[in-house]
């Protein structure tokens, strides 16, 4: 079966950080771009984060740019997000989402999410 | 940054019924459009890629429309299973991949 399974979220206070994972399974990881999306309670769904198959480019929104960064490990079949200098506003469910392929770009994977909470 | 806006908000509607819900962006973005469906609580889900293209798995009551800046989703008659949030986002460009506001569709 072809999944995504996200993990690491949880409360973190103000200014913190924190490392979310993205572990995919039943098919072939490395061929993929991925990227992550959120959406904060009761909102909508915010683009965050794209990387390439290869591993670049990489694309950031501009809300996330200079404090997250995307990463992969292909050995792994995981895909990670780094969250630094978190704010109140980052809270929310945290997605990772398979492009579907090179010249549609849709997503056609997505894993359950993870809850973010940014709180002191 | 492209803008997307999606309308309406919210449609109340009944089982059996015919729905549309537009997309339009601020630029032309050929046919790089996508909707997804979430239902409360769970992930969203592709039903519709490049404007018109039904993804696999997803009945056929759903459609897609439009080109350039004008863009439908329909859905030829309503199932109870339908009642949901529908998202469009456009893919022309990247960053950002912008997401519409949403359209929640409820029970009338």
């Known amino acids: 079966e072809v999944q995504l399974v996200e993990s690491g979220g949880g409360l973190v206070q103000p200014g913190g950080s924190l490392r979310l994972s993205c572990a995919a399974s039943?098919?072939?990881?490395?061929?993929?771009?991925m990227n992550w999306v959120r959406q904060a309670p009761g909102k909508g769904l915010e683009w965050l984060s794209f990387?390439?198959?290869?591993?670049?480019?990489?694309y950031y929104a501009d809300s996330v740019k200079g404090r997250f960064a995307i990463s992969r490990d292909d050995a792994k079949s995981t895909l990670y997000l780094q969250m630094n200098s978190l704010r109140a506003e980052d809270t929310g469910i945290y997605y990772c989402?398979?492009?579907?392929?090179?010249?549609?770009?849709?997503?056609?994977?997505w894993g359950p999410g993870t809850m973010v909470t940014v709180s002191s | 940054d492209i803008q997307v806006t999606q309308s309406p908000s919210s449609l109340p509607a009944s089982v059996g019924d015919r729905v549309t819900i537009t997309c339009r962006t601020s630029?032309?973005?050929?046919?790089?459009l996508n909707w997804y469906q979430q239902q409360p609580g769970k992930a969203p889900k592709l039903l519709i890629y490049?404007?018109?293209n039904l993804q696999s798995g997803v009945p056929s009551r759903f459609s897609g429309s439009g080109s350039e800046t004008d863009f439908t989703l329909t859905i030829s008659s309503l199932q109870p299973e339908d009642f949901a949030t529908y998202y469009c986002?456009?893919?022309?460009?990247?960053?950002?991949?912008?997401f519409g506001q949403g359209t929640k569709l409820e029970i009338k």
């Open positions: 989402a398979r492009d579907r392929d090179f010249m549609t770009d849709a997503l056609d994977i």
């Open positions: 039943g098919f072939t990881f490395s061929g993929y771009s």
């Open positions: 990387i390439r198959s290869s591993g670049s480019p990489i």
């Open positions: 630029q032309s973005i050929s046919n790089y």
């Open positions: 490049s404007a018109t």
């Open positions: 986002q456009q893919s022309y460009t990247t960053p950002p991949r912008t």
